[in-house]
């Protein structure tokens, strides 16, 4: 079967990462164990740069029509005078709007070879393995009404609303019960329900849901505690799940305890799993250009997306695989860099990764 792939550079180092993560995909093509059907398209600023809109229409059009689509990465400071709507962002949101994709997975696994580049003691991070999974359609981040009015005194008030319906709640609960039950079966509901009713109404559909995954322990965190148990005892969570914003918080604060946010990638499903996959890092304008950036957490995202939406765990194991072997080889970009490693930049390190599928 020939998978249909849409890929979307993106922008700052986003092509660059990107095209590291298509040698890899490439190995299995050239060995005959893989066959894809590649479609490249804009997004983000790029889509702006390029049509005059962060999601063009032929970029969704192609998405629509795709297995799975590889993401780089959205914005850079160029975009950020643009009027909302068009900023590169909003391409993100619509993409995910566009195709349901209301699951996100977000793993924060450290490398035990990485172990020092936590800011957090080795010992309190060692074999750290947490799947944060968030709510990725609703939320504040699209509850209605929003917007920003200016009241008859002339001062200016800004507003957005959280929002969660019952059927929203039950569905992501389910797939994070799902994953619960494939891992250590302990799940941790994040919310605010002593303050906000949205998540109160959220806490009482997990309970109710939980009571179809009886060998699942379900525990519930505040949100504000969930923050300060992620730096103090990361390790007491296996799978956390949560909504939009909180999730979109706690995802980076997750991601630093593994040493850098270089390493991490990202899956985004829908409901017939078809899927978008990019690493959670951002754009980086800063190093844009350099070749220096760390293109691990792409091509970690290549071998979620194999896993995930294209139904091919052995090649993804053997990504996973190759990364962990690079590293042990003491290959380093600047990101996750210590003292006595290899330094190398972004192609380098993409070409490591092939030498390790191929030997
Ligand atoms: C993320 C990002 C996005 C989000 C931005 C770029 C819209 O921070 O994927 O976590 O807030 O969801
Ligand atoms: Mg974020």
Redesign the pocket.
């Known amino acids: 079967m020939t998978s249909k792939l849409l890929i979307l550079p993106g922008d700052g180092i986003g092509p660059e990462i990107v095209a590291e993560a298509m040698k890899v995909l490439n190995v299995f093509v050239q060995e005959g164990s893989f066959s894809m059907e590649t479609e490249y398209a804009p997004i983000g600023g790029a889509g702006y740069d390029a049509e005059g809109q962060p999601y063009p229409e032929s970029t969704r059009r192609l998405a629509n029509a795709s297995d799975a689509i590889l993401l780089g990465a959205?914005?850079g400071p160029q975009y950020d005078k643009l009027d909302r709507p068009l900023r590169?962002?909003?391409g993100?949101?619509a993409l995910?709007a566009d195709l349901g994709l209301y699951a996100?997975l977000r793993p924060a696994m450290l490398y035990e070879e990485l172990a020092s580049a936590s800011s957090l003691k080795p010992e309190l991070v060692a074999n750290l393995d947490i799947m944060i999974v968030?709510e990725?359609t609703g939320d504040i981040?699209f509850g209605q009404p929003r917007g920003i009015e200016t009241l008859a005194s002339g001062e200016r008030r800004g507003f957005n609303t959280m929002v969660y319906t019952e059927s929203e709640i039950e569905r992501i609960g389910r797939t994070a019960f799902d994953i619960a039950m494939k891992r250590n079966k302990k799940l941790c509901s994040v919310d605010k329900a002593n303050v906000l009713e949205a998540t109160e109404l959220w806490r009482e559909v997990m309970i109710r849901v939980g009571k179809d995954y009886p060998e699942v322990e379900l525990s519930h965190m505040y949100v504000d505690n969930a923050a300060m148990q992620l730096v103090r005892a990361p390790k007491q969570f296996d799978v956390v799940v949560t909504g939009?914003i909180f999730?979109?918080i706690l995802?980076?604060a997750a991601a630093m305890l593994t040493g850098s946010i270089g390493m991490l990638p990202?899956a985004s499903l829908n409901e017939s799993r078809v899927g978008m996959y990019?690493p959670?890092h951002?754009s980086a304008p800063d190093i844009a250009g350099k070749r220096i950036a760390n293109p691990l957490a792409t091509i970690l995202s290549v071998a979620m997306m194999l896993r995930y939406s294209l139904n091919q765990a052995v090649l993804a194991d053997r990504i996973e695989k190759a990364v962990k072997t690079v590293l042990t080889q003491g290959y380093r970009t600047g990101d996750i860099y210590t003292e006595g490693m290899n330094k190398v930049g972004t192609a380098a390190m993409g070409d490591a990764v092939v030498a390790a599928l191929r030997a």
Do not use: K
């Open positions: 959205v914005g590169p962002e909003r993100l949101l995910r996100n968030r990725l981040y939009n999730g979109d995802s980076d990202s990019e959670i951002g």
